[in-house]
């Protein structure tokens, strides 16, 4: 038994902005962040926020599925950007869209945040304790971007992606792989709300995202290589075997470095970062749904997605589509 996804959906900010806008606001040029990224441009939220951009990405992945609100079990979402510390976003997104009849809540393990919450509604399928689920992932990072800091605010964007993933008993989820090294938790970071109360002032506060872009670069191309092969040995698969590898679109560079070592065709690996950025935990759901409204995803196609993030964490998941 295993999970299938039956139906994809994304949702970005109206508003786009180019590199020659950051370019006026910090000291940096197009040509660098082209090169050094592969990002040409980023969507950032004008009043959407992070629940109402996964509801837009879940309806449209319920209707691209053929399914009713109603009829959705778990609805996860994955975030590290919420509206808000409660309710949590999956509970605003249910009551937008009318799942009432799921259970719904976050889960954050950054970047990596889809693709966990994939294994968790594989678990939760898997124990016979739901049928199905909805899960999304979506981020509004312009909130914890320091627009004033050029290492870190050319990279992210705002936007989510989302799946409805259903109990099957061929294909579907073939094999993945999770992890957590909480000890470099500082590689990459961002704080929530200050400690403020009558017994105790907290006066230096990190406010926003600080990150070692050298380290989690070094992290990433050591350490999603090793993620999909160890997630292939468990499908019982090689490397030749996959279509498609779904990665997480932090940096084309990081990309080109994986499939390097995985001794794969960049052509085997879709890109959108040039238009998105780095979106986060919507960074693989929105890809996935880009191919699928492309009529790039044919039935029985083997898919390999992975991600990594801050924790630091990272993960592999083999599919058959
Ligand atoms: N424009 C121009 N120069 C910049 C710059 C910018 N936006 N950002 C940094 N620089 C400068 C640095 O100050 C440094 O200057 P120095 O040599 O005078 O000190 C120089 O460019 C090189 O910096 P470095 O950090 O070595 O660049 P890099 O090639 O590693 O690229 C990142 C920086 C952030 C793009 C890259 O490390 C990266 O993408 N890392 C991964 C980050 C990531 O994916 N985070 C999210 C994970 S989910």
Redesign the pocket.
């Known amino acids: 038994m295993s999970i299938k996804i039956l139906g994809t959906g994304s949702a970005l900010p109206v508003r786009r902005v180019m590199n020659e806008e950051i370019v006026r606001m ?4 197009d040509e ?2 082209r090169e ?2 592969g990002i040409g441009g980023r969507h950032v939220s004008v009043g959407e926020t992070a629940a109402s951009l996964a509801a837009d990405a879940c309806s449209r992945a319920l209707e691209d599925a053929g399914k009713t609100a109603e009829e959705v079990e778990l609805l996860l979402v994955a975030t590290c950007s919420p509206d808000e510390v409660a309710p949590c976003t999956a509970c605003r997104v249910q009551d937008r869209i009318g799942a009432g009849n799921a259970v719904a809540f976050d889960l954050n393990a ?2 990596a945040g889809f693709l966990f919450a994939l294994h968790t509604a594989w678990a939760y399928v898997e124990a016979g304790i739901y049928r199905n689920a909805l899960i999304a992932g979506s981020e509004v990072l312009s909130k914890v971007v320091d627009w004033e800091d ?2 870190t605010c ?2 992210f964007g705002d936007g989510a992606g989302a799946a409805y993933v259903e109990k099957c008993v061929e294909g579907g989820v073939l094999g993945f792989v999770q992890h957590a090294d909480g000890s470099r938790g500082s590689v ?1 970071s961002c704080g929530s709300r200050r400690l403020d109360n009558p017994w105790f002032g907290q006066r230096d506060f990190q406010k926003y995202l600080q ?1 070692d ?2 380290e ?2 070094a992290f ?1 191309v050591r350490q999603v290589p090793l993620n999909v092969e160890a997630a292939l040995e468990k499908a019982g698969l090689g490397v030749a075997d996959v279509d498609l590898f779904v990665l ?1 679109q ?2 084309r560079r ?1 990309i080109e470095g994986i499939a390097k070592r995985l001794g794969a065709d960049m052509d085997r690996f879709p890109v959108n970062l040039d238009r998105v950025g ?1 979106t ?1 935990s919507a960074a693989i759901p929105l890809l996935l749904d880009e191919l699928n409204r492309q009529g790039r995803l044919r039935r029985g196609m083997k898919l390999v997605l992975s991600g ?3 924790g630091l964490t990272c993960g592999a998941c083999v599919l058959e589509w």
């Open positions: 910090v000291d940096t040029s660098w962040i050094r990224t950054a970047c050029r290492g050319i990279l990459l990150m872009g050298r989690v670069f990433a997480h932090a940096n990081i780095n986060s990594f993030g801050a």
